[in-house]
């Protein structure tokens, strides 16, 4: 059977030691980040040519090196870093190519640089001892390097090999997103079933020839019934002056608030 690329996303539950570490790394690699992006920036304007990836992979060497904040980072983490750099120049240079607008790659703030990525190496995923009801493993342990091991939430679908290993900060929690390579499993029933969706019954469905009684999804509305809470949200945020504490407090709040609502989504 021919192999897929299935993606799967553990909840981390770092300690407070373990969580500061991961927070010291996501801006370590949006300082890479920017300064790689002015590099590539200042080469243009004086030689009038661009740098590569692999140029700017020789020139990491050399600042691990020298510098032991960007030596406590994994090699090849920090190189995910600077091809995730190469890759928005790419499709920056292929909207060009095809003559559409905007999309140069732009210095990533704190707030909009979201983690960091491992390829092969530089972490282990250690699964749970519990199954779930598919047969895979349920939750397990996180091992990063220079970090620690964390402990993980989450069911896989397929069992598999796992290739990369992704850390992003959401709404003040921390999330581990992993790609494994795997053969999928499909489970089939026996019933027939036909299925129409609507905007006042979210779904409507018919099984079997006999006769049977539809069966009614009812629509959730989650974001219809929300709409008074994320009005007063957007005010509370726009009151609040730039850059102060009240209006980070406030930003966390509605980034919360957008969480909960993907989770009840996701959910239903």
Not at 10 to 33: F, G, K, V, W
Not at 73 to 92: E, G, I, K, P, V
Not at 168 to 180: D, I
Request: hydrophobic share 35%; charged share 30%.
């Amino acid at each position: 059977m021919k192999l897929v690329n299935r993606r799967v996303t553990y909840r981390m539950y770092p300690s407070p030691t373990e969580e500061s570490r991961l927070e010291a790394a996501r801006l370590l690699h949006q300082r890479l980040y920017n300064a790689c992006l002015e590099q590539r920036q200042m080469a243009y304007r004086n030689s009038g040519k661009g740098l590569y990836f692999e140029q700017q992979c020789k020139e990491l060497t050399l600042l691990r090196a020298s510098d032991s904040l960007y030596k406590s980072l994994d090699a090849q983490s920090a190189q995910c870093t600077l091809r995730r750099l190469d890759l928005a120049f790419a499709n920056f240079f292929d909207r060009c190519a095809e003559g559409l607008p905007g999309g140069y790659p732009r210095f990533k703030s704190q707030d909009r640089f979201k983690g960091f990525s491992f390829s092969q190496t530089g972490w282990k995923f250690i699964p749970g001892i519990k199954l779930s009801k598919r047969g895979t493993a349920k939750h397990g342990q996180l091992k990063l390097s220079g970090i620690g091991i964390i402990q993980v939430r989450g069911v896989p679908r397929n069992i598999g090999t796992y290739k990369t290993c992704t850390i992003t900060k959401r709404a003040g929690q921390w999330y581990a997103s992993l790609v494994m390579d795997c053969a999928p499993v499909r489970a089939c029933g026996t019933k027939v079933g036909a299925g129409d969706l609507g905007l006042e019954t979210f779904l409507t469905m018919v099984f079997g020839e006999d006769g049977e009684l539809p069966l009614e999804v009812p629509n959730p509305r989650i974001v219809k019934k929300a709409l008074k809470k994320q009005e007063y949200l957007d005010k509370e945020l726009h009151r609040k002056v730039m850059g102060s504490e009240g209006r980070k407090r406030a930003k966390e709040e509605r980034q919360r608030f957008f969480a909960k609502q993907k989770n009840q989504r996701a959910n239903f």
